[in-house]
């Protein structure tokens, strides 16, 4: 198959392809999602295919009004009312209690179903143009980095799919904030472009779901199905250094070797014993987000076999981003010795 790709003048042409069941890859603010009609179960089926997605790991659902929330649900927490209030559109995904309308593929089964509604003008274009509620994951390949570019869907997905919808680089860069509003208590189960602080601002109570910061122990169910499997990962073993910069180039200078990289701030990099990339500024979280997932495929491109990275803050977007990190190294973390 050959994959065209649309330029923004062409919306009309993804929503077409979309609305006769096809899939599309298209923008958004935090990374390019593999959307499909959420309603035909035919199209969702394909995109587990293309991915090579696990058939129990559940999609999110794209909506552009608030119009087309309540046929998704089968009740409308108020909770719900007021985080949309807060931060839709924008890059918060919500679970919340499935409607028998969508099908029980979009999510996996479960009797929950994620919402978001984005903010990126082309996304809420083409949803506006085909008038449906489409189920996007990242369009990457299961396991390997989200796509920030219309270059990276097309790495991991060129021949696959129809179509990749180009909208330029993504403004976020990480995937969104996922919080489940069917417990007891507001659960965050993935860190994103809205923060935990935001969130508990909005709500007064946040309970942050384990396997966000740790692993999961052995037999421990997940708050998400997506939790378990690995992702993010370039295909270099990836180990988060802490420390200072000079702890960090110290640890370098003990640790060089044929095919080792180092994962850095930018202005960091200069006179480190290695070879670097950076992932942006080191009091930035939004910068860092911005500039991972590319800068985790700039290291496979460069052949990087073994990659220290310096570990990002927590505070802010940064727990996002050290999520994403400490996936993208299988939780391994190690403590620079100071002198
Ligand atoms: O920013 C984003 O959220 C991007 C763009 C395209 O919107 N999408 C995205 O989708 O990151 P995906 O499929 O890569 O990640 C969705 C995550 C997975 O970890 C999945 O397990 C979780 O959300 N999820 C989806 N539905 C769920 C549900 N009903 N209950 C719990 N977790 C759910
Ligand atoms: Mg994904």
Redesign the pocket.
């Known amino acids: 198959m050959k994959t065209r790709i649309l330029k923004e003048t062409e919306m009309k042409e993804a929503a077409r392809i979309l609305e006769n069941g096809g899939l599309v890859a298209i923008p958004?603010e935090?990374?390019?999602?593999l959307a499909a009609n959420a309603l035909n179960e035919g199209a969702v089926a394909r995109i587990f295919q293309v991915k090579g997605r696990a058939q129990d790991?559940?999609?999110?659902v794209?909506i552009s009004e608030m119009s087309m929330l309540p046929p998704l649900l089968s009740d409308i927490p108020k909770k719900a009312q007021t985080l949309a209030k807060a931060f839709w559109p924008g890059?918060l995904?919500m679970?919340l209690p499935r409607s028998p309308l969508v099908p029980a593929i979009v999510?996996a089964g479960?009797d929950?179903?994620?919402v978001?509604m984005?903010s990126h003008p082309l996304a809420r274009a083409v949803i506006s143009c085909c008038g449906l509620p489409l189920a996007?994951?990242?369009a990457n390949r299961s396991g390997s980095p989200?796509p920030t570019c219309a270059a990276h869907v097309l790495l991991d997905l060129k021949g696959k799919i129809p179509a990749v919808l180009d909208g330029g680089d993504c403004a976020v860069g990480v995937?969104?904030t996922?919080v489940?509003l069917c417990g007891s208590r507001p659960r965050l189960?993935?860190p994103?472009g809205v923060t935990a602080e935001q969130l508990r601002e909005a709500l007064g109570d946040l309970e942050v779901a384990s396997g966000v910061l740790h692993p999961l122990s052995p037999g421990e169910r997940p708050a998400?199905?997506?939790?378990k499997y690995k992702h993010y990962a370039p295909r270099a073993e990836v180990t988060l250094v802490k420390g200072s910069r000079e702890a960090f180039a110290r640890y370098l200078a003990q640790h060089a070797g044929p095919g080792v990289f180092a994962l850095c701030f930018s202005g960091d990099g200069e006179g480190l014993p290695v070879p670097y990339v950076s992932y942006g500024a080191e009091n930035d979280a939004k910068t860092q987000a911005k500039a991972l997932f590319a800068a985790l495929r700039e290291l496979d491109r460069l052949g990087a076999q073994t990659v220290y990275a310096r570990c990002p803050h927590e505070e802010g977007m940064g727990l996002a981003v050290l999520n994403r990190m400490l996936r993208a190294a299988a939780f391994r973390v190690v403590e620079a010795e100071k002198p």
């Open positions: 958004t935090t990374v390019y999602g790991n559940p999609l999110i794209h890059p995904t679970v999510s479960l929950t179903v994620a978001r984005p996007a994951p990242s989200s995937e969104s996922v489940s189960l993935r994103g998400s199905p997506g939790m």
